[in-house]
């Protein structure tokens, strides 16, 4: 069956630390990877897209790796601040139609 | 520019009535999609708008969904004798409607099935 999985725990790092988060999927073949942000009471705000042939893309302090032989993306915030902790989630596009599947989210603490 | 605006942001019915949710998507997009968050869950998506037709409600989770779309602007989704599992937030998105492109969501409108 087709899954998209994120670390189900919460994750919780010190200001100025890395965070890496983790998405992993089975039995897609997405040509596009999405980050997006969920506040809570919000809808998502997105942050990175990434395409099958890139390996990497970064923007600011955000980085997001795309390993389409593992069937993987990391997503990474550099130095990192109490505003950065919010819920993120993965979505892959699955067809022609720009539909996004989701994965359930981690929900990121960054500690001042 | 304003961004997708959906109303209202809150709906209290009780089983058995029937709701009709709203998305205003930004002005040009003519894609437009719903999605589902059930509380602690991701996003499950229920369909897809093209301009104003729909090539994809395989979400759709029973034939009391309907949703549909006028005008390549506004869209209604519409829920027949709600069940309490229908309680959720749903979500409207826009984009540019071609692939490879980010959505642009609206705050969602919470509805609780009593």
């Known amino acids: 069956s087709q899954k998209i999985e994120q670390n189900s725990e919460a994750l919780n790092i010190q200001e100025g630390k890395t965070a890496t988060l983790t998405c992993n999927y089975t039995?897609?073949?997405?040509?596009?990877l999405q980050w997006y942000r969920q506040d809570p009471g919000r809808g998502p705000v997105f942050l990175l897209l990434?395409?099958?042939?890139?390996k990497e893309k970064r923007k600011e302090r955000l980085k997001v790796t795309f390993d389409t032989t593992l069937k993987q993306s990391l997503f990474h915030i550099t130095a990192s601040q109490p505003a950065d902790s919010a819920t993120y989630l993965c979505?892959?596009?699955?067809?022609?139609?720009?539909?996004?599947?989701f994965g359930t989210g981690t929900l990121l603490a960054v500690q001042p | 520019g304003a961004g997708v605006s959906q109303s209202p942001s809150n709906k209290v019915t009780e089983k058995g009535k029937d709701v009709e949710l709203r998305c205003d998507p930004i002005?040009?997009?003519?894609?437009l999609y719903w999605y589902r968050q059930r509380l602690g869950q991701g996003l499950e998506f229920l369909i897809y708008?093209?301009?104003?037709?729909?090539?994809?409600k395989s979400g759709l989770p029973s034939d009391r969904f309907s949703a549909e779309r006028t005008g390549e602007s506004v869209s209604t989704l519409t829920i027949q004798r709600t069940q309490q599992e229908d309680s959720a937030v749903y979500l409207c998105?826009?984009?540019?409607?071609?692939?490879?492109?980010?959505?642009?969501f609206g705050p969602g409108t919470r509805l609780t099935v009593l």
């Open positions: 998105a826009s984009s540019l409607g071609t692939t490879g492109n980010e959505q642009f």
């Open positions: 039995n897609y073949s997405p040509a596009y």
């Open positions: 990434i395409r099958e042939n890139e």
């Open positions: 979505a892959l596009e699955a067809g022609a139609t720009n539909k996004l599947i």
């Open positions: 002005s040009g997009h003519t894609a």
């Open positions: 708008f093209q301009g104003n037709s729909a090539p994809d």
